[in-house]
């Protein structure tokens, strides 16, 4: 079980994406989509680089939650709403997501908790909540 209040801050998590998790997240979820990898593509459609897929952004958040609460199968609902692309440069080191949550609720063994994430500063996703049974 875990102790959980309104205003509670949860562990920061810091998760590095290069482009070798991008093209390898590609494989693993059959999206091919040439913009995870190509450049040019991702270029020619207005985007500023190769950017990593809405999906990894998303399930690499949860971790903030299921780190902190130590069993996955205690998430209850995880919704969040994509805001910006994470853009991943040609670089050995790639770029870093910043997630950090906060406890907002605690009813009936139940918390509600809003995560933000970022990269570069600039929030990736937006209005992300998750609801995990702490009883």
Known sequence: M???????????????VTRSTVVRYSGASTDFNEIHFSERHAQ??????VVAHGMWTM????????????????VLSYTVRFTRPVVVPDTDEGTEVVYTATVTD??????KISITASCDGEAVLG?????????
Request: hydrophobic letters at 45%; zero cysteines; a negative charge.
């Open 2 to 16: 875990t102790e959980a209040a309104p205003g509670q801050g949860l562990p920061e998590l810091r998760v590095r």
């Open 44 to 49: 020619a459609i207005g985007l500023p680089g």
């Open 59 to 74: 399930g690499a958040g949860l971790r903030v939650v299921t780190d902190w609460i130590g069993d996955p199968a205690r």
């Open 106 to 111: 605690v009813v009936e063994g139940t918390a």
């Open 127 to 135: 209005a992300a909540r998750a609801e995990v049974r702490i009883d």
